[in-house]
């Protein structure tokens, strides 16, 4: 469960985040950093895509302003796999995340905490 967000600064399960992170069920992948910074592609979501069982929902923080975009051929991987996606700026997607991981579905986050 995502506690707090505020730029920089994510707070899950009672530990601080400053690093852009990854929350799969039962597994958390600190530091994560994308290929091209502000642009979420494939190989970025790696873990994700592989992750057994596949997540139904993946959830998006795509930063503080929102300035991380999301390529289409993720769109379209994700889609293939039946994967959902949700992306909105962090301080929203963290919110959603939650709400979905509360009602028993199975959830991923990707969050860029800062831009």
Not at 10 to 31: A, C, E, F, H, Q
Not at 36 to 52: A, F, R, T
Request: hydrophobic share 40%; proline share 4%; net charge neutral.
């Amino acid at each position: 469960m995502i506690e707090h967000y505020d730029f920089g600064v994510m707070v899950v399960d009672g530990k601080r985040y400053t690093r852009d992170i990854i929350l799969l069920p039962g597994k958390i992948i600190d530091s994560w950093w994308r290929k091209e910074g502000h642009q979420l592609c494939l190989e970025d979501l790696e873990e994700v895509l592989n992750y057994k069982p596949a997540p139904e929902v993946l959830v998006v923080g795509t930063g503080y302003s929102g300035l991380v975009r999301i390529l289409p051929e993720v769109e379209k991987a994700l889609r293939e796999r039946k994967i959902h996606l949700i992306a909105k700026p962090t301080g929203e997607a963290y919110r959603i995340y939650n709400e979905l991981l509360k009602s028993g579905r199975v959830v991923a986050g990707a969050f860029h905490l800062t831009c």
